[in-house]
C-alpha cells in the first residue's frame, strides 16, 4: 500500500485545515487508515484513526472535538478535517495505514505495528 498526503500548510490559531490521504496498491478499502503527528523535538504521536468500514472513529484527547477524520472508499482517500487549531497543532503530520481491524483504537495503543507510512506534511499553527 502506498499513502500519499497532501493538504499542509500554513494556517492561524482558530482557523482550519484540512489533510487528505490518498492511498493505492493492494486492497486499499479493506484497510484502516489514521494519522500521526510529530512536532521539533518530540517523538510521533498518534492523532486519529478510523477503522477500514468507515463505522467507527477514534481521536487522541489532544484534538477530540476539534479534529474528524472521514474517508472516502471510491477514491480511496482518509480526511483529516483541522478545526480550532492551536500553536501545538504544529507538526509534521503522517498518514498510515493497517489492518483490518474492527476497531480503530489499535492504531494508537499499537504504532509500531503499524505497517504502511506515507511521507509527512508539514502543518504550522501561527499565532
Known amino acids: 500500500v502506498q499513502l500519499q498526503a497532501s493538504g499542509g500548510g500554513l494556517v492561524q490559531a482558530g482557523g482550519s485545515l484540512r489533510l487528505a490521504c490518498a492511498a493505492s496498491?493492494?486492497?486499499?478499502?479493506?484497510?484502516?487508515m489514521g494519522w500521526f503527528r510529530q512536532a521539533p523535538g518530540k517523538e510521533r504521536e498518534f492523532v486519529a484513526a478510523i477503522n477500514w468500514s468507515g463505522t467507527s472513529t477514534y481521536l487522541a484527547d489532544s484534538v477530540r472535538g476539534r479534529f474528524i477524520i472521514s474517508r472516502d472508499d471510491n477514491k480511496p482517500t482518509v480526511y483529516l478535517q483541522m478545526n480550532s487549531m492551536k500553536l501545538e497543532d504544529t507538526a509534521v503530520y503522517y498518514c498510515?495505514?493497517?489492518?483490518?481491524?474492527?476497531?480503530?483504537?489499535?492504531?494508537?495503543?499499537?504504532?509500531?505495528?503499524?505497517?504502511?507510512w506515507g511521507k509527512g506534511t508539514q502543518v504550522t499553527v501561527s499565532s
Open positions: 496498491g493492494r486492497t486499499t478499502n479493506k484497510i484502516n
Open positions: 498510515a495505514a493497517d489492518g483490518p481491524f474492527n476497531s480503530p483504537q489499535i492504531m494508537a495503543v499499537r504504532p509500531n505495528g503499524v505497517n504502511y
